[in-house]
């Protein structure tokens, strides 16, 4: 991210936060940490190697945090998690999913609340799984979870922030889309297979993705940080497509075709259980509390979100 992007300009006249985050070497975090910086925030990534000086160690496999640089900060942006595509659902793996969100999310709940000078706000990631393969519905803030795997881990990662909002921390759980990136995530994978020629719909098209550009999921936390809302907060563009139409906006966009779709039950021999849970799922999410609090989306269509993402590319 950087000031040309439109989100990184300095705000002149704000107050400069003190902010640790976990997960800032991931693609959102990558993105955040520079829109923070750009706008005069100081950040504070919570890594689990040694810790250089402006930075905060933690182990959550092991349980342990260092509660004491946590002191007098002014926000907690929690994005740490295992990702859930890069590896096929094994019993091992799933396990790790799960620790990766729940575990971690439990010790820094517990070590916030427990704190002498705790900060104002934690933002936490979740996921729009939390509501399941829901088909055609469309589903805001108030719908309630879904079931599976993804589902279930959910609940739990966001249930699991409840001893910070017990002690008065403002907690929002942010059910992030699929994010679309240039850079990293699922889209970045799709890329070289949409330009090759070689894609098409997965299973029969009709499942709904709900989806968000990397500059509106950053500018999204960017104003939940700012804001008061609390409580879970869809991070997701105002207009959901169905994969097929996500497939012949980025192949015409590509000038490709596309034109040999995967079967569901290729995807289920090839990654298993996630086809059905990740890929093949129909989640149609809309942002209600985003508008609801003003937030004026950098990329509300699908096709000026892959636009974007394809005019850096070849910058």
């Known amino acids: 991210m950087s000031a040309s992007d439109g989100l990184g300009d300095t705000s002149g006249g704000s107050v400069a936060l003190d902010i ?29 190697t040694p810790p250089k000086e402006h930075q905060i160690g933690w182990r959550p496999d092991a349980g342990h945090i260092d509660h004491r640089r946590l002191e007098g900060l002014d926000a907690i942006i929690h994005l740490a998690g295992e990702n859930i595509v890069d590896r096929r659902w094994t019993p091992a793996q799933m396990t790790r999913i799960r620790a990766s969100r729940v575990a971690g999310t439990d010790l820094l709940a517990r070590t916030l609340a427990g704190l002498d000078r ?35 881990v959910g609940q739990a990662w966001e249930d699991a922030t409840r001893p910070a909002a017990e002690a008065g921390i403002r907690v929002a759980v942010m059910r992030t889309g699929v994010v679309l990136s240039p850079t990293g995530g699922a889209l970045a994978k799709m890329l070289p297979v949409f330009r090759a020629g070689l894609a098409g719909r997965l299973g029969s098209g009709r499942q709904w ?46 000038r490709r075709p596309a034109f040999l779709p995967v079967p569901a039950v290729a995807l289920r021999i090839v990654v298993g259980r996630l086809a059905d849970e990740a890929l093949l799922a129909s989640t149609r999410v809309l942002p209600g509390r985003l508008l609801e609090q003003g937030y004026a989306f950098h990329h509300p269509t699908l096709h000026e979100a892959l636009q974007n993402v394809l005019e850096r590319q070849t910058q």
Request: net charge negative; hydrophobic share 45%.
């Open 20 to 48: 640790a985050i976990t997960g800032s070497s991931g693609l959102i975090g990558r993105a955040l940490t520079s829109l923070l910086e750009n706008r005069g925030h100081r950040v504070h990534p919570i890594v689990r």
């Open 209 to 254: 993705m709900s989806w968000i550009s990397l500059d509106d999921a950053v500018g999204a936390i960017h104003h939940l940080l700012l804001d008061d809302v609390s409580g879970p907060v869809n991070l997701v563009a105002p207009a959901p497509v169905t994969n097929a139409e996500f497939t012949q906006t980025l192949a015409r966009l590509l």
């Open 118 to 152: 705790p900060p104002r706000t934690l933002l936490s990631a979740s996921a729009i799984g939390y509501y399941g393969d829901a088909g055609d519905r469309l589903l805001d803030e108030t719908a309630d979870a879904g079931t599976g795997f993804l589902a279930d």
